[in-house]
């Protein structure tokens, strides 16, 4: 994960993959300095991405909220929360972040440079928030909104509803195991208003999946995400291959630890 070369590179890609025109450049910057780098340095705690990634998170959900509200006139408010969880969850933001190959951008401490293949997703889904509550610092909300559609567009473009991992891997593990699935909150951590609940996925007592987000809704998502995942699931084919039990829980597995080359977000 290289380090950030010159502020003219973070402008050049604002402009032209963002379709963003700073006037702060210094904010960005700090959208992408990740704590690790603010500790190992002495800086401020402040002067870290942080609290651009919590107001972040605050415009990114009105943001998708008031597009949903334009793009579905008349869903009613179940299918509407349903949307907005995929849009905003760890996965899809990960994903997003991923894309725009945001990693190189960020600026991180020596530690967080050892640890990234375990982090990357996670930490460069941060940023994504972080660089929208960047942009809605610098621009203001309209601009900010026209940023998170801009970047989220593919996303907006599937079938929404239909991404209830939850509603599907209950489906599919009646039909499969006889057994509904059973949600385990293993860990949570982080300050009170950022809290990161990291979940299980049982089937018969044992654990088929694991996943993270900010709220145990997301969590529970992105475990029977994951699950579904190991099952190569698909809605077309009643055929699945066999798929092994993941091993007994520990502590340990949060953060997941550098020995699992298996990893979710």
């Known amino acids: 994960m290289a380090e950030l ?13 963002c379709g963003v025109r700073p006037q702060n450049i210094g904010v960005y910057e700090q959208a992408f300095t990740h704590r690790s780098l603010v500790h190992e340095q ?19 959900g009105l943001a998708i909220t008031e597009a949903l509200l334009r793009r579905y006139p008349s869903a009613d408010e179940g299918d509407l929360s349903k949307m907005k969880a995929q849009l905003g969850s760890r996965a899809t933001l990960g994903e997003v972040a991923k894309r725009m190959n945001l990693g190189r951008f960020m600026k991180v401490g020596r530690g967080e440079e050892i640890a990234r293949s375990q982090n990357l997703p996670s930490l460069i ?11 809605y610092l610098d621009l203001g909300f309209v ?12 996303e907006f473009e599937r079938d929404l509803v239909a991404l209830d991992y939850k509603s599907v891997l209950q489906e599919f593990a009646q ?10 909150v293993m860990h949570a951590h982080g300050p009170e208003h950022r809290k990161t609940f990291e979940v299980l996925v049982k089937l018969n007592g044992k654990v088929y999946g694991r996943g993270r987000g900010h709220t145990k809704k997301d969590g529970e998502q992105d475990a029977a995400r994951h699950t579904l995942e190991r099952f190569r699931y698909h809605a077309e084919t009643g055929i699945q291959p066999a798929v092994q039990p993941l091993e007994e ?17």
Not at 42 to 55: A, I, K, V, Y
Not at 249 to 265: C, V
């Open 175 to 184: 039909r499969r195991f006889h057994v509904a699935p059973y949600y385990h």
């Open 125 to 135: 889904g941060n940023a994504f928030e972080a660089l929208t509550g960047a942009v």
């Open 5 to 17: 070369k010159a502020p003219a590179d973070l402008t050049l890609f604002l402009r032209k993959e």
């Open 42 to 60: 002495g800086l401020e705690t402040h002067q870290s991405n942080e609290r651009l990634e919590f107001l972040g998170d605050v415009v990114l």
């Open 143 to 154: 601009t900010a909104a026209k940023f998170v559609v801009r970047c989220l567009e593919p």
């Open 249 to 265: 829980a520990h502590r340990s597995w949060w953060p997941f630890s550098r020995k699992k080359t298996e990893r979710l977000i």
